[in-house]
DNA sequence: GCGTATTCCATTTTT
DNA sequence: TGGAATACGC
């Protein structure tokens, strides 16, 4: 069969143009990973060579996913393309350019968490109040700079920024970007975002040698997810195409309407200035959406026309109109997630749907925990993604920290993570006094380490003799390095530093998992090492040294997990759901602060952020391909204490026509509640009620004990008790149909008395 | 210098 | 709520 075949008249123009730039908009669900794969094949079959195709995705994944589909048509030919994220494709070249920058070329590469440690450090050094100068508020403005070009020069030099910092009670930002650039630098180590800025400085400062070499090497670049990408990578693109002669086969896939990490960075001007950017543009525009039945679509619709700013575009379907959407409203978060397994449940049984076809979605990750509860509780499998990832847990950072100091031992964050673990007398002062003469003397903490002789620093004998037994077990295990593969080393250097031993003290389940976590790590590195493994090369040759590997973990994410192992629940959060599609979608928490955000609503840009957020739930929405719910608790626990919100106003903007039922009653007055039967009664068991009758709720000052009363979902009772105050009554009810006994408040519940 | 108790602090999303 | 910085006793 053609791969041609089956495209519709859209994609396959998008597919088969030629030359010049291209800018595809793409509607959710509407083939554009089809339209990049095929688009590559063609080009491949038409006899491009592979090597010159540039292929930027927003997760690693993806491209593992694009390469497999290509490989369908063109064959093995497909793995000598060029695909991964921008950061692993920068990371991968940088790693042969990076001492043109002052970089060894097997830089570390720091994570957030070493960046704010970095961070953090500084503004103790300089004296500065830790608690005025978080790390996590340095590091988002120091990240802004840089995904605008703006190095600590330019930031000390413009007053608009100094004034605006200033404003916000912190003056002295730029001293710390400063100093924040020339420690990476000491220390050989590059952040997320300097993957992205060294690209650029790179081929800025070195016009002739380098980038003239990369523009005649990539001739043909596609990007996905173009309306995630910020300034910084949109220039790099440009310093790739835009130059004279420059045949501009530059094509770019994405849609402004889901464009959802502005919060980084990220600007949909990029798409909107594409055609200035680009004189001669061609455009097309995939509106048919091939996922989602006509509801679905139809509440997409609603919500993204709020949105100011966009290029117009109405997505239709013809899979027909679909189920309805179902709003579940709950009193509480723990009520909801009852709600959505027992729906879970029904859908299982009812519509004969498994586990993977299932995704509860939120807007935090913290929001997990309690949908983990009530899945546990119903046993039904499920996975987590995101949240603290395999390589944030502790004890596999510190093995990871001793391969990154045998990479590179001017790595400072690695380097201070292990120096005194397990634990051999190298105590914070010492590490602190060293660390003191290395920033003075503009050195690495190793190299002063090293030469701590030298100096005079008041650290006693003992210690100085396990610094130097430190030095030297390094020095041996950086031997190994020159002779062994990564998963050599790493075994040899986790045997040698008893770290499994250490472990082993602990005599807790938790510390057993902990063991089995840093087992699960080697053989991790293992077959690294083993696998013939396309995306581990290296312009053109395998690498398995360590550094590859090193700078292979530091760019994976929980994204980038295989989604379709087992057949379970996937809870994710809206972000990370981003690309993927499941026959039935719960929206979680669809509250005022929640979705949107509180930080949404009280920013300065209030506006502006409200829009990302409903782009997010456009997003949301758009995964569904059958069955959409939406969940709300009225009330729910945030820092330990108890918050109240109303629905968010995101559900208003569907219309109504595409619910089962309206989904809030009247604005004022709190939900009706659904205390969830338990897990043990039978859920599926019709309700007492027939379907479709509706309760009118009675005065809350009608239900009295001795009173009949029918509750929407468990039917006809009899009020025994009540309790609490006047806006707090909790009426304890017997129902029946083995129902049983019930604590109900009545301020959410929907009772109507009967006879 | 080490280990544990205590307090304190924050939570948006992630390459 | 729970993880991480800090304080304190050894």
Not at 211 to 229: N, P, W
């Amino acid at each position: 069969m053609n791969y041609l075949d089956g495209l519709n008249a859209m994609q396959l123009k998008a597919v088969t143009h030629k030359e010049g730039p291209l800018l595809v908009i793409a509607g959710p669900g509407s083939g554009k990973t089809r339209v990049l794969t095929m688009r590559i094949a063609h080009l491949i079959d038409s006899g491009v060579a592979p090597w010159e195709i540039l292929t930027l995705t927003f997760t690693n994944k993806a491209a593992k996913e694009m390469k497999e589909r290509i490989s369908k048509v063109v064959g093995n030919a497909a793995n000598q393309i060029w695909a991964g994220t921008f950061h692993s494709i920068f990371a991968k070249i940088l790693r042969v350019e990076a001492p043109k920058l002052g970089f060894p070329s097997n830089f570390s590469i720091y994570d957030p968490s070493d960046v704010k440690s970095a961070l953090s450090e500084i503004i103790k050094s300089q004296g500065m109040d830790i608690k005025t100068y978080t790390p996590n508020d340095i590091y988002h403005k120091i990240s802004m700079a840089k995904n605008l070009i703006i190095n600590p020069e330019k930031y000390a030099s413009d007053g608009e920024r100094l004034l605006k910092d200033k404003q916000d009670g912190m003056p002295y930002i730029y001293k710390i970007y400063d100093l924040y650039v020339k420690k990476l630098q000491r220390s050989g180590a590059m952040d997320f975002d300097d993957l992205l800025f060294q690209m650029h400085r790179l081929f800025k400062e070195n016009p002739d040698q380098v980038l003239e070499k990369y523009r005649k090497k990539f001739k043909y670049i596609l990007v996905d997810e173009f309306q995630d990408t910020n300034s910084l990578q949109s220039e790099i693109i440009k310093f790739l195409t835009k130059f004279p002669e420059s045949p501009q086969n530059i094509c770019v896939v994405g849609d402004d309407a889901q464009s959802i990490y502005a919060f980084r960075g990220a600007t949909i001007q990029n798409i909107l200035n594409f055609e200035r950017d680009y004189p001669g543009l061609t455009i097309y525009k995939l509106e048919q959406n091939y996922r989602s039945t006509h509801h679905i679509v139809q509440a997409a619709n609603d919500v993204i026309a709020k949105n100011n700013r966009q290029i117009r575009k109405v997505i239709f379907t013809e899979k027909g109109v679909g189920e309805p959407i179902q709003v579940l409203k709950a009193s509480s978060d723990n009520e909801e997630s009852r709600m959505v397994v027992s729906k879970i449940m029904e859908l299982k049984l009812r519509n004969h749907l498994s586990n993977q076809d299932i995704a509860i979605l939120y807007r935090v990750n913290a929001q997990s925990r309690v949908f983990e509860e009530s899945l546990k509780n119903m046993r039904i499998a499920y996975r987590i993604f995101g949240g603290t990832s395999f390589y944030e847990r502790k004890e596999i950072k510190d093995v990871v920290s001793y391969l990154r100091v045998v990479a590179n031992p001017d790595d400072e964050e690695a380097l201070k993570r292990i120096v005194n673990y397990p634990t051999r007398g190298i105590g914070d002062t010492s590490i602190a006094k060293l660390s003191e003469i290395a920033e003075k003397n503009a050195l690495s903490l190793w190299n002063i380490m090293m030469k701590m002789n030298h100096f005079d620093l008041g650290i006693s004998a003992r210690t100085q003799k396990s610094i130097q037994d430190f030095i030297n077990m390094i020095h041996v295990f950086q031997r190994w390095a020159q002779e062994f593969d990564a998963y050599e080393v790493a075994r040899r250097v986790v045997k040698s530093t008893e770290i499994i031993e250490d472990l082993n003290k602990e005599k807790t389940p938790e510390a057993q998992g902990r063991v089995e976590n840093v087992q699960e790590l080697l053989d991790g590195i293992k077959t690294f090492t083993e696998e013939d493994n396309a995306e581990f090369i290296v312009t053109e040759i395998q690498d398995k040294s360590l550094s590859s590997y090193l700078q292979n973990i530091a760019l994976v994410t929980d994204a980038d997990k295989d989604q379709n192992d087992q057949d379970t629940v996937k809870l994710m959060s809206v972000h990370a759901a981003k690309g993927l599609e499941f026959k039935a979608v719960f929206v979680t928490g669809m509250e005022e602060n929640l979705f949107p955000s509180q930080m949404a609503i009280r920013s300065v840009d209030s506006r502006s952020a409200i829009d990302e957020e409903r782009r997010l739930f456009y997003v949301a929405i758009t995964r569904a391909e059958h069955h959409l719910y939406l969940s709300y608790a009225s009330s729910r626990y945030r820092f330990g204490k108890m918050q109240y919100n109303s629905s968010s106003r995101f559900l208003e903007e569907i219309s109504e026509n595409c619910f089962d039922q309206i989904p809030i009653s009247t604005k004022s007055v709190v939900t009706g509640a659904k205390l969830g039967p338990k897990p043990a009664v039978g859920l599926h068991k019709p309700a007492t009620l027939p379907q479709g009758v509706e309760i009118k709720a009675s005065p809350v000052q009608m239900i009295l004990p001795g009173v009949f009363v029918l509750h929407e979902r468990f039917g006809k009772g009899k009020v025994l008790q009540l309790d609490g105050k006047i806006d707090n009554k909790v009426a304890t009810i017997i129902f029946e149909a083995g129902v049983g006994e019930k604590k109900i408040m009545l301020k959410f519940a929907k009772l109507q008395v009967v006879d």
